[in-house]
C-alpha cells in the first residue's frame, strides 16, 4: 500500500496566494487589515510562532502590531491593553499568544477579548457558537485539519474518528468539527485506558498530546489517516511531532509530517480568520 503524505506546506502556499489577493482588494477600498498579537514572557516555542505569524502578515501585506511584555506582567495591565485593543477600530483581530505565565488565569484573559476580533476563536461565545454549528471564528488548527482533509478527499463522514487531546486549541474544537461532518468521534486522553486498544480502531487519527513519537504503528490499523498535530523538539533540536512518522507512515494510508503538516496549516487559518474578521466588521460579507 503506498501512502500519501499530506504536504500541509503547500495547501497553506496555496491559501496564502489568495488571501493576498484578498488583501490587495481591501487596500483599494481603503482598507488595511490589521492583526494584534499579545506575547507575555520568554517561551521560546511562543516567540518562534509568534515571529512566524509576524512574518506572514508581511507577506500578505497584513499590518501586525505585536506587544512584547514581561514574564511578570500585571493581569489588570494585560486586560487594560485588550481593552484598548477592543475599543480600536484599526485593530481587526486580537489574538494571546498561549500558554500564558502560571501566574495568569488565562481564561479571564481571553474572555475580554471582543468575539468578534477573537481571531483565534479561544472565547467562550465563539467557542459556544461552535457547539450550537453557528460557528464565528473557529480555531486555526482544527479548521486546518479540516481544509486538508477535505483538500485530499478524504471521507470524513461515518467514519471512526479518534482525538488524542481535549484542550479548547485542538481537541474540543476538533472533535466538535468531525462530529459535524458526520463523524462517529471519540476523544482520548490522559486518563484514557487501554488507549491503543481505541486507536487501532480509527479510521482517521488526530494527535495532540505533546508527547515525542508517542504513536507507533502498532496503535493504528491499516490504511488509517493519521493527523499528527504535535510540536516536539528533541534533545538535538530537531522538531519532531507525536507519531513516529517513519514508523507510522508503512501503516497509513494518509500521514501528515512535522515539520510541515499542521504547522503552516495553522498560520493560514490565522490569516483567513483575520480577513474574515475585516469583512464582518465593514459588513462585506
Not at 12 to 18: L, M, R, T, V
Not at 180 to 189: G, I, L, S
Not at 267 to 279: D, G, P, S
Request: net charge positive; charged share 25%; with cysteine.
Amino acid at each position: 500500500m503506498s501512502t500519501e503524505i499530506i504536504n500541509g506546506k503547500l495547501l497553506a502556499s496555496k491559501i496564502k496566494e489568495e488571501l493576498k489577493k484578498e488583501v490587495e482588494n481591501l487596500k483599494n477600498k481603503g482598507i488595511n487589515p490589521c492583526l494584534a498579537v499579545l506575547l507575555v514572557g520568554e517561551n521560546k516555542a511562543s516567540q518562534k510562532y509568534v515571529s512566524f505569524k509576524e512574518k506572514t502578515c508581511g507577506e500578505l501585506g497584513i499590518e501586525s502590531l505585536v506587544f512584547r511584555l514581561p514574564d511578570d506582567a500585571d493581569e489588570a495591565n494585560i486586560i487594560k491593553l485588550i481593552n484598548e485593543l477592543n475599543e480600536n477600530s484599526q485593530v481587526n483581530g486580537i489574538l494571546v499568544q498561549l500558554p500564558l505565565p502560571k501566574h495568569l488565569n488565562q481564561q479571564k484573559i481571553l474572555e475580554k477579548i471582543n468575539p468578534f476580533k477573537d481571531v483565534d476563536g479561544f472565547t467562550p461565545y465563539c467557542l459556544g457558537r461552535l457547539l450550537v454549528d453557528t460557528p464565528l471564528f473557529i480555531p486555526c488548527t482544527p479548521k486546518g485539519v479540516l481544509r486538508m482533509l477535505d483538500e485530499y478527499k478524504i471521507k470524513i463522514e461515518g467514519k471512526n474518528a479518534v482525538v488524542i487531546g481535549r484542550s479548547i486549541i485542538v481537541g474540543k474544537p476538533l472533535s466538535l468539527l468531525l462530529l459535524k461532518r458526520n463523524a462517529t468521534v471519540t476523544v482520548c486522553h490522559s486518563k484514557t485506558k487501554e488507549l491503543h486498544e481505541i486507536t487501532k480502531k480509527a479510521d482517521i487519527l488526530c494527535v495532540a498530546i505533546g508527547k515525542e513519537r508517542f504513536i507507533n504503528s502498532c496503535m493504528i490499523k491499516e490504511g488509517a489517516v493519521v493527523i499528527d498535530i504535535g510540536i516536539n523538539v528533541t534533545a538535538d533540536g530537531k522538531v519532531t511531532g507525536d507519531v513516529d512518522f517513519d514508523e507510522v507512515k508503512q501503516k497509513a494510508s494518509y500521514i501528515t509530517p512535522v515539520p510541515g503538516g499542521v504547522g503552516p496549516m495553522t498560520i493560514a487559518m490565522l490569516m483567513e480568520n483575520t480577513i474574515y474578521a475585516v469583512k464582518l466588521q465593514r459588513g462585506l460579507l
